[in-house]
């Protein structure tokens, strides 16, 4: 363009500075290119690859990904007292201790419960969570505008926050606040709060206006109590030894029903941009196959789901919605975790008068047998580098394609 003009007809840019210059001004602009399409992509769900883009975008659409998730087991727990109580209170996050694999595990009770006597026994169902009990502990400063209540640990289990709010340093009082869950049900009142995940990967607090939601006044003391998880790692452990102290209890022993189940990592981006938009679909309710599927595989025990209605059972079973899912953790949900998802996920948000079965799964096995042609000269791998390959491509389909 330049040697077109008449100003440059006779410059020799060949051996000229300018070139250099117009070299830089090329890579730059080129470089301008490939950053603006970096971010057009960023701005948009399905093309996001960085999980801050992926976490903003997902939170339009009113979803929150799963947090870690702490490995659950169920049993019974025998207590041997003293001084002869009519009833014993098990404190929350009471700790009790298991081990897989030459590692140890804490596991504690969100809730707290009593036990009564009977016939001077004490014993009843209890259930237990893995994790390490964090308390953090923020301050109201309604002057600071950027004051905000992030839970400085990556690895919570959301499910077990406790969250509790002390008028002031000087007055104990204090209010119990819980997790929101339907804004339509909300007014001034409302003792809840807001989770929301954030940048690193960590989770913030916010609590209401006043109108959607009690607001936090100044100088009220917020302390947030929380498991932090270690995920799949405690999954089937199956025994555990009591390690705490509680009046009256001389000693108590922990029957379990089911080896732990559970625990699980964080939602990945994948599973962010999957999960994301059938939840917002499916509106906090259960009423279409699709939206009992989006409830169920934001679930840490979930890893797939089909769902079907009765009128398409063989035989047919109107007025009935059955589920086969296949966990995270298994080939076949424990009749605990079953229990727990229709419970706590599904009747909740369903229609009243359809019944829920979950149902185990049925898998079909598939056994391959492949030889592999190749030209020994047009490659430097050896036959077994060659083999692991192709085995890595069969699996990693077999991962992502085959085993849903």
Not at 199 to 217: N, P, R, S, V
């Amino acid at each position: 363009y330049l040697q077109a003009q008449d100003q440059f007809r006779d410059y020799n840019f060949d051996g000229a500075g300018m070139s250099v210059l117009l070299d830089m001004l090329a890579y730059n602009t080129y470089y301008n290119s490939f950053y603006l399409n970096m971010v057009a992509s960023e701005a948009f769900l399905t093309t996001a690859q960085k999980r801050n883009s992926v976490i903003n975008l997902a939170s339009s659409l009113n979803y929150v990904p799963r947090s870690t998730t702490s490995a659950s087991i169920t049993g019974t727990l025998l207590l041997t007292v003293a001084n002869a109580p009519t009833s014993i209170t098990i404190p929350e996050f009471t700790e009790f201790t298991g081990s897989i694999d030459g590692v140890s595990y804490k596991f504690l009770n969100v809730n707290s419960k009593t036990i009564f006597s009977s016939a001077g026994v004490f014993s009843d169902s209890i259930t237990l969570k893995e994790g390490t009990l964090i308390t953090t502990r923020y301050t109201v400063v309604s002057a600071d505008a950027d004051q905000r209540f992030l839970i400085p640990n990556s690895k919570i289990d959301t499910t077990t926050l406790n969250v509790t709010v002390l008028n002031s340093a000087v007055d104990s009082t204090t209010r119990t606040f819980t997790p929101s869950e339907n804004l339509v049900e909300l007014d001034a009142t409302s003792l809840v709060y807001f989770i929301q995940e954030t940048e690193d990967g960590l989770y913030e607090l916010k609590f209401g206006d006043d109108i959607f939601g009690t607001a936090l006044d100044n100088g009220n003391i917020l302390v947030i109590r929380y498991l932090v998880s270690n995920g799949a790692l405690a999954n089937d452990i199956n025994a555990l030894t009591y390690s705490d102290t509680i009046t009256n209890v001389t000693a108590a022993t922990f029957t379990a029903a089911d080896p732990a189940t559970g625990g699980s990592a964080r939602e990945t981006v994948a599973q962010i941009k999957f999960n994301a938009p059938k939840s917002y679909e499916a509106q906090n309710r259960a009423v279409t196959a699709e939206d009992y599927k989006a409830l169920l595989l934001s679930q840490a025990t979930v890893d797939s789901v089909v769902v079907w209605g009765g009128e398409d059972n063989d035989p047919p079973t109107y007025g009935k919605v059955f589920i086969a899912v296949k966990p995270t953790t298994g080939s076949v949900l424990t009749a605990t975790e079953k229990l727990n998802l229709i419970s706590s996920v599904i009747n909740p948000k369903k229609i009243l008068t359809v019944q829920t079965e979950i149902v185990d799964p049925e898998y079909t096995y598939i056994s391959i047998n492949t030889t592999v042609k190749y030209d020994a000269k047009k490659t430097s791998l050896s036959s077994d580098t060659i083999s692991n390959l192709v085995l890595d491509t069969i699996k990693a389909y077999n991962d992502s394609d085959i085993d849903k």
